[in-house]
């Protein structure tokens, strides 16, 4: 077992915060280190210095890539989540509905209830979804960081640590509620489209005499 290894099992659980991830992006961006190419003559002098602080930074950078795709895995994996995203969605387009229907036949304090309680749930989804968005856009930053690192100079234990993080950065974010429905900003505008849809439905049923 290598010494990163025994390291990565003996590391215990850290905390994975959009914050932290932002920061690490920057430090894989600007490390003088990580992007420095040295010439032979340094790289001669410096090497042992030089490779530790690579390998130091590496599974820093390893542990939390790792945190934010353990906490996305069990987020798709959560049947709960899915069911409970799936009936926040169903919920939304009846609701909202029957809030609208209300509000026709409403004035003053009851109105104002309505137009609240539709802006709170609307801001929530909203939020919801660009929160995964923002999941997403980071491991997409996390690989193109690790691609642009001068990696040619590291020596073989940090060239395999780099490897690896190279591979899992490919592995694209998403989290899925209902029935595989991805929750970025994509779907949220297709369940917004949907739901004006069904609102707009129901209006020209009413003013066309239906049974509102």
Not at 33 to 54: K, P, R, V
Not at 189 to 198: K, S, V
Request: charged share 15%; glycine share 4%.
């Amino acid at each position: 077992m290598t010494a990163f290894e025994e390291k990565e099992n003996a590391a215990s659980p850290r905390q994975c915060t959009v914050s932290q991830v932002d920061w690490f992006l920057e430090l894989m961006e600007e490390d003088y280190h990580l992007n420095f190419e040295m010439d032979d003559e340094g790289l001669s002098t410096y090497d042992h210095m030089y490779q530790a602080h690579i390998y130091s930074n590496l599974v820093d950078i390893y542990h939390y890539q790792f945190e934010m795709l353990r906490i996305v895995r069990e987020c798709t994996e959560s049947l709960t989540l899915k069911i409970v995203g799936g009936l926040i969605l169903l919920f939304g387009v009846w609701f909202m509905s029957l809030l609208v229907i209300l509000m026709y036949f409403s004035t003053g304090d009851i109105w104002l209830i309505c137009i609240a309680i539709i802006f709170i749930y609307a801001l929530s989804v909203t939020v919801l979804f660009n929160s995964c968005e923002i999941c997403e856009n980071l491991q997409t930053e996390f690989y193109n960081s690790l691609c642009n690192m001068t990696w040619f100079f590291w020596n073989q234990q940090n060239k395999r640590i780099y490897l690896f993080m190279l591979m899992n950065s490919q592995q694209a974010i998403h989290l899925y509620i209902s029935f595989n429905v991805p929750v970025n900003r994509k779907s949220l505008l297709l369940y917004i489209r949907n739901t004006y849809g069904f609102l707009n439905f129901l209006y020209q049923l009413n003013i066309s005499g239906g049974p509102f």
